[in-house]
């Protein structure tokens, strides 16, 4: 009987910092092999890659950097280091807690639709997606495998894109390996779509592209910052104003806000870099101070104001453009009322309708005037710590012959 394929071997978990060395290693795989005179002279990246096809290239770009790949006896710490006909090589790929099967965990999933090869849920401010250090057994992907086992049978239950842990709104997730295949095939070319609300402090711009890099803040590790360094990967949001207000001489905006490319807190750092930081967010308040506890809801919004409101596809089996709109959570339009913004039961139209346009001529992200008020091609990957220069190798579909 096969192994359960709920294994996350190419998503990189170095960002936690707890100690889980005391978890199971029992698992760690050994390979050794000659140099044969077709990889004379190539890169040792490259070599591994095609003699261990079931590995990601980023995984095997760790193991050669944590020095768990030996060339003659010593440790080899550059992939692009070279090999040489006749050496011997010997690989051990440590096993990690996310490469074990993980528990299934019953909860009460938003289920918004269903079908048998979809399932479309509406994820609350809180849940963890992926299991992770501090969360094993508490995350969506445990509650998706409670739901139904078939998710224990596809890579990483099933899931191909993520919402941060504090961030309500849409999410698809697979249930077939059809299914999953087209989705990150759609994902790639664009055509799986998504809108954001966003609450912002200050007023926002009616519309505005931001095309900034982002990269890892080297004050703090747990935030980003628009950069360009060598390390600063290519961040485009484009963003329009809904509603503006003012309470006790204080701005406040809705925003919409739509990605053509996909960092870890990209729309969270973007807005910040422009001045107009999210209300409630813990990490990006533009060196704002935190607002005290006056016993308005504003003041009370503890996490970012950031929900995914609207989802866009087309379906894996059907070939039907499907879209979907869930409105914001009970605390956020606690916080929307307050500030005279709505209504928010229906999507907003300041980007215009359909969600999905399939016409991969059009440009929303141009400055192209006509595209103003129209809907084209942008995407939502809200991963990061991507090892490769596209934006979508972390999430590649990996077969296992276990």
């Known amino acids: 009987m096969s192994e359960p394929h709920n294994n996350f071997s190419s998503l990189d978990y170095s960002q936690y910092e707890e100690d889980v060395e005391e978890l199971e290693q ?18 040792i990246d490259k070599v591994l890659s095609s003699r261990y096809p079931d590995f990601s290239r980023s995984r095997l770009k760790t193991v050669i950097e944590e020095g768990d790949v030996l060339v003659d006896g010593e440790s080899v710490l550059k992939p692009k280091q070279k090999l040489l006909l006749g050496q011997q090589v010997e690989v051990t790929v440590k096993s990690r807690p996310e490469d074990c099967p993980f528990t299934p965990t019953p909860m009460d999933l938003d289920i918004v639709y269903e079908d048998d090869s979809i399932l479309v849920i509406n994820k609350p401010a809180g849940l963890v997606v992926h299991p992770a250090t501090g969360h094993w057994n508490d995350t969506l992907v445990n509650g998706l495998l409670a739901y139904n086992e078939s998710f224990s049978k596809l890579p990483r239950a099933g899931v191909v894109h993520r919402l941060d842990r504090e961030t309500s709104g849409l999410m698809v997730v697979a249930k077939t390996e059809q299914a999953q295949l087209s989705l990150v095939k759609q994902l790639q ?5 998504r809108e954001y609300w966003a609450l912002t402090r200050g007023r ?9 890099g982002i990269e890892r803040d080297p004050r703090n590790p747990l935030r ?19 509603q503006f ?12 806000a739509r990605l053509q490319t996909g960092r870890t807190h990209q729309i969270r750092v973007h807005m910040e870099s ?18 005290k506890d006056d ?23 059907t070939g039907e453009v499907m879209e979907w709109f869930a409105e914001p959570p009970e605390d956020f339009t606690a916080v929307m009322d307050e500030l005279g913004f709505g209504p928010w039961d229906r999507p907003t139209e300041v980007f215009g309708d359909p969600v999905v346009v399939l016409d991969p001529e059009f440009d929303e992200f141009s400055q192209n005037e006509e595209a103003v008020g129209k809907i084209s091609s942008w995407d939502d990957f809200d991963f990061g710590d991507e090892e490769d220069s596209t934006d979508y190798s972390v999430w590649k579909i990996e077969k296992r012959k276990d």
């Open 26 to 43: 029992e698992t760690d795989k050994k390979f050794s092999f000659t140099v044969s005179i077709e990889e004379d002279g190539e890169r």
């Open 189 to 193: 070319e664009r055509t799986v779509k």
């Open 204 to 212: 926002a711009p009616a519309d505005k592209i931001i095309d900034a």
């Open 224 to 242: 980003f910052v628009v950069g360009n360094s060598a390390r600063a990967k290519h961040a485009v949001t484009r963003e329009k104003l809904v």
């Open 245 to 256: 207000t003012e309470v006790n001489g204080k701005p406040y905006s809705w925003v919409a």
């Open 274 to 291: 422009i001045g107009f930081p999210l209300i409630g967010d813990p990490l990006y308040r533009n060196r704002l101070p935190v607002p």
């Open 295 to 317: 016993g308005t809801k504003v003041s009370q919004f503890k996490r970012q104001a950031l929900h995914a409101s609207r989802l866009g596809l087309v379906h894996p089996v």
